[in-house]
């Protein structure tokens, strides 16, 4: 059992920059894959970003591509979520996830560890 715990959010205006970490504690996160979800207000929890075990392959939802970038530190047992360039659509609650998967990385049922969530609220 591992849990991850998001740092990083806050308010931020259009435009501006935000940088998520998720951190792990137990079982080291280089057995997983991971990924970044946000769930906006009134809407289903979606995929944002994912990225692999060994950090050399990432995916992202189109609605942030170019935009946002998905890294790992394997030796520091921690993921980032680098936001540039945010918009208001992007305001959500930003969830980091962990699987043993490497199948339906868009799908959450297929996420066992996630963290507590961090607000991101991007203002115009």
């Known amino acids: 059992q591992v849990q991850l715990v998001e740092t990083g959010g806050g308010l931020v205006q259009a435009g501006g920059s935000l940088r998520l970490s998720c951190a792990a504690s137990?079982?080291?996160?280089?057995?997983?894959?991971m990924a970044w979800f946000r769930h906006p207000p009134g809407k289903e929890r979606e995929f944002v970003a994912h990225?692999?075990?060994?950090?050399?392959?990432?995916v992202y939802t189109d609605a942030v591509k170019g935009r946002f970038t998905i890294s790992r530190d394997n030796a520091k047992n921690t993921v980032c979520l680098q936001m540039n360039s945010l918009k208001p659509e992007d305001t959500a609650v930003y969830y980091c996830?962990?699987?043993?998967?490497?199948?339906?990385?868009?799908?959450?049922?297929?996420?066992?560890?996630w963290g507590q969530g961090t607000q991101v609220t991007v203002s115009s």
């Open positions: 990225i692999n075990r060994s950090g050399t392959r990432t």
């Open positions: 137990g079982r080291t996160l280089s057995t997983y894959i």
């Open positions: 996830a962990a699987s043993t998967l490497g199948v339906g990385i868009r799908n959450p049922n297929g996420y066992t560890l």
